[in-house]
T-cell receptor, first 115, second 112 residues
C-alpha cells in the first residue's frame, strides 16, 4: 500500500538559513510526487511536482526537491529561508491503485522561521 | 490559481442537523475530491468523483454522502452532523492528465 512519512512534525530555522524537509514514501511503482504548502487559514498550494526525468525539480518560491529512488525519498530544500516561508508543508504520492487520480498525503511538517 | 470556490467558508451547526458544503470549479477538471483536515491526521479523503454522477468512497466516508450533477459542482452532505465531524473541509480538483490536485480555500465546520 502507498504511504508517505514526514518524520519531522515541527522544524525551526533562522531566517536566511538553509532548509531541508524530509519525505519518505512507500509505493509499488514509479511514483508521482508532490510538495504542497499551506499558510494559516488557507488551502494547499502546489509547490512542485515530480513525474519523471531529471530527479532535481524546481518549484515556485525558490524551492526545489530531489527524488532519490534508492532511498524512497523526495526531500524539499531551499537555500535561504524567508520569514514568509513559515507554513505547513505536505508531501504527497500517487496515484492510488484503482484510479481516480488519488493521492496519499503525509501528516505535514510545521515550519517556524526565527527572525 | 485554479478556479475553485467553497461555500460556506465557515459554519456552526448543532448535532443532528443536516449540512451541505458546496465546491464549485471553473476549470472543467474531471476529478473532484472532498478531504477533511484534522491536527495530527493530515488530509484524509472522504469521497471523490471521476465524472458527473460518478462518485466513490474514500478512507473516511462514514457519515458523509456526495453528489455531482454538473461538472463544476461537487456537494458534500453530512446527513446528521456529529461533533466528530468538526473539522476543516477541503475540496480539490485534478485534470485527467497529470495527477496534481488543486485545492479550494476550505470550509471550517463546527458541530456543537
Amino acid at each position: 500500500a502507498q504511504s508517505v512519512t514526514q518524520p519531522d512534525i515541527h522544524i525551526t530555522v533562522s531566517e536566511g538559513a538553509s532548509l531541508e524537509l524530509r519525505c519518505n514514501y512507500s509505493y509499488g511503482a514509479t511514483p508521482y510526487l508532490f510538495w504542497y504548502v499551506q499558510s494559516p487559514g488557507q488551502g494547499l498550494q502546489l509547490l512542485l511536482k515530480y513525474f519523471s526525468g531529471d530527479t532535481l525539480v524546481q518549484g515556485i518560491k525558490g524551492f526545489e526537491a530531489e527524488f532519490k529512488r534508492s532511498q524512497s525519498s523526495f526531500n524539499l530544500r531551499k537555500p535561504s529561508v524567508h520569514w514568509s516561508d513559515a507554513a505547513e508543508y505536505f508531501c504527497a504520492v500517487g496515484p492510488f491503485t484503482g484510479g481516480g487520480n488519488k493521492l496519499t498525503f503525509g501528516t505535514g511538517t510545521q515550519l517556524k522561521v526565527e527572525l | 490559481d485554479a478556479g475553485i470556490t467553497q461555500s460556506p467558508r465557515h459554519k456552526v451547526t448543532e448535532t443532528g442537523t443536516p449540512v451541505t458544503l458546496r465546491c464549485h470549479q471553473t476549470e472543467n477538471h474531471r476529478y473532484m475530491y472532498w478531504y477533511r483536515q484534522d491536527p495530527g491526521h493530515g488530509l484524509r479523503l472522504i469521497h471523490y468523483s471521476y465524472g458527473v454522477k460518478d462518485t466513490d468512497k474514500g478512507e473516511v466516508s462514514d457519515g458523509y454522502s456526495v453528489s455531482r450533477s454538473k461538472t463544476e459542482d461537487f456537494l458534500l452532505t453530512l446527513e446528521s452532523a456529529t461533533s466528530s465531524q468538526t473539522s476543516v473541509y477541503f475540496c480539490a480538483i485534478s485534470p485527467e492528465q497529470g495527477y496534481e490536485q488543486y485545492f479550494g480555500p476550505g470550509t471550517r465546520l463546527t458541530v456543537t
